[in-house]
């Protein structure tokens, strides 16, 4: 199975200031139709997971931009560009090309 | 809007059977694919299931394999997950969740918890 590996798993984030999560996997999730199909997940406390980011950085329709996400090959990232409360939960990323899909461990984004 | 509703969670014993059911609304649920995701209490989330839109080609995770079966009713707009031979690892929220097509999900159920214990 993909591996997939977040850091860090605990984010404290000062109010206004930006956030990085980042989101290694063990195999590239790049598929043979040249996509890359790597998502971000938000999971706020006693909610439902809500897609953030498909495709590596395709933000969700209604998702605010100071969400985005990036990066290529194996290595990802979530980035939030100023913090806010509304932000806080758990965040996981998920490899959805080779099966069995796989997520992350999570990083859970508190506020300092 | 996309509305996916879980229900059939509870309490059960080791070794017996459960079935899940999601009702979907609000989109063509005939033209998904739809997924199974579980969360164990206070862990991160598993990929459980996939069912095609017309149910013929499926994938399960390891851990499911052998025990667990995904099924349809595109004249019901309902998803199912028949969990036989449950063990207490099993003990989860279990989401259904809405393929996107382009190799995702993009909407998500509230769950259902189910509790495996002696």
């Known amino acids: 199975d993909v591996v997939m590996t977040q850091s860090p798993l605990s984010l404290p984030v000062i109010l206004g200031q930006p956030a990085s999560i980042s989101c290694r996997s063990s195999?590239?999730?790049?598929?043979?139709?040249?996509?890359?199909?790597l998502n971000w997940f938000q999971q706020r406390p006693g909610q439902s997971p809500r897609r953030l980011i498909y495709?590596?950085?395709r933000r969700d329709s209604g998702v605010p931009d100071r969400f985005s996400g990036s990066g290529s090959g194996t290595d990802f990232t979530l980035k939030i560009s100023r913090v806010e409360a509304e932000d806080v939960g758990v965040y996981y990323c998920?490899?959805?090309?080779?099966?069995?899909?796989?997520f992350g461990q999570g990083t859970k984004v508190e506020i300092k | 809007q996309v509305q996916l509703v879980e229900s059939g969670g509870g309490g059960v014993q080791p070794g017996r059977s459960l079935r899940l059911s999601c009702a979907a609304s609000?989109?063509?649920?005939?033209?998904?694919?739809m997924h199974w995701v579980r969360q164990a209490p206070g862990k991160g989330l598993e990929w459980v299931a996939r069912?095609?839109?017309?149910?013929?080609?499926?994938q399960y995770a390891d851990s499911v394999r052998g025990r667990f079966t995904v099924s349809r009713d595109n004249s019901k707009n309902t998803f199912y997950l028949q969990m036989n031979s449950l063990r207490p690892d099993d003990t989860a929220v279990y989401y259904c969740?809405?393929?996107?097509?382009?190799?995702?999900?993009?909407?998500w159920g509230q769950g259902t918890l189910v509790t495996v214990s002696s």
């Open positions: 969740a809405k393929d996107s097509i382009r190799w995702s999900v993009d909407y």
């Open positions: 609000g989109f063509s649920f005939s033209l998904y694919p």
């Open positions: 069912l095609s839109h017309d149910g013929t080609d499926f």
């Open positions: 195999q590239s999730p790049v598929s043979t139709d040249g996509n890359t199909y």
């Open positions: 495709e590596v950085s």
């Open positions: 998920m490899q959805s090309i080779h099966w069995p899909w796989t």
